[in-house]
């Protein structure tokens, strides 16, 4: 990897452009003084003194005492995994607290107008998928045609705070070859304990084969489609879902594919409950 293209990848650990050059030449020139870093940084000293300070704080660096003190960068083969577990702890304690926090400014309340909504992008659609999942109160009937690697654990937890509010939880699961390796045995595995019943389909099987498609339908009034575009190389080039809000029209025609489907599913189909 080229130093440009590390510079940019170090600023995602929040390292400045010049923190992340003073590290990596601390890295080629192994054990030196601040005033060697100096000279062939062409950074001035009390800069790289500065620089040497954020470096020993996230662990990346050690000092040694003397007269002058010396400063060598640890081995990136320990020190970097152990900056990405010291953030990543980091950032549930801010998210823990943060969630808490804004809950409060959150009206929960549910509308009663007639409404629907558009969302582009895998990130949005899931969130959106994941919002109605955790405010069943009653049911959720969920087809998942695919699964990203990324939403799978998002899917699961949502299902769960479902579950622990008391909803009733039926998924209709396309196993099917194309996003098989999105997900692990151990998460279908999961999901297939919490529902309530969790049918496994071979997609392989169907007419429509592999469908980049998931719907949803929560306490018998929200209904959700989220579709994805295929790339020519067989992967999602986009993602966007529709969510409808009190439109019976749409929430009573799936809660009768649902219910047919599942009688089908029952009747012969493989499905584990």
Request: charge should be positive.
């Amino acid at each position: 990897m080229e130093t440009e293209s590390i510079v940019r990848q170090l600023s995602k650990l929040d390292l400045t452009e010049a923190e992340s050059r003073v590290y990596l030449l601390l890295m080629r020139h192994g054990t030196v003084t601040a005033g060697e870093l100096a000279r062939i940084s062409a950074y001035s000293r009390p800069k790289v003194y500065e620089i040497l300070d954020k470096l020993l704080t996230l662990g990346l660096v050690e000092s040694f005492p003397g007269r002058p003190i010396r400063f060598r960068a640890f081995d990136p083969g320990v020190s970097i995994p152990a900056l990405f577990a010291f953030k990543k702890n980091e950032l549930e304690t801010l998210e823990n607290g943060l969630t808490g926090a804004l809950r409060s400014y959150y009206e929960e309340v549910p509308s009663r107008e007639n409404e629907v909504f558009i969302n582009q992008g895998l990130t949005k659609s899931y969130t959106k998928y994941c919002e109605l999942v955790r405010g069943a109160r009653k049911e959720v009937f969920t087809v998942l045609g695919w699964v990203s690697r990324k939403g799978a654990g998002r899917i699961l937890e949502a299902h769960k705070a479902a579950r622990e509010a008391g909803a009733r939880v039926e998924v209709i699961w396309f196993d099917n070859r194309s996003y098989r390796g999105q997900v692990d045995g151990s998460w279908v595995e999961e999901f297939s304990r919490l529902a309530d019943r969790f049918h496994t389909v071979q997609s392989e099987r169907t007419l429509l084969k592999n469908p980049p498609t998931n719907m949803l339908l929560v306490d018998g009034h929200s209904a959700l489609i989220m579709v994805g575009d295929y790339l020519d190389d067989g992967r999602l080039k986009d993602v966007i879902s529709v969510h409808y809000h009190n439109v019976p029209a749409i929430s009573k025609v799936m809660k009768k594919l649902f219910v047919q489907f599942s009688g089908y599913l029952s009747g012969g189909v493989e499905w584990t409950s």
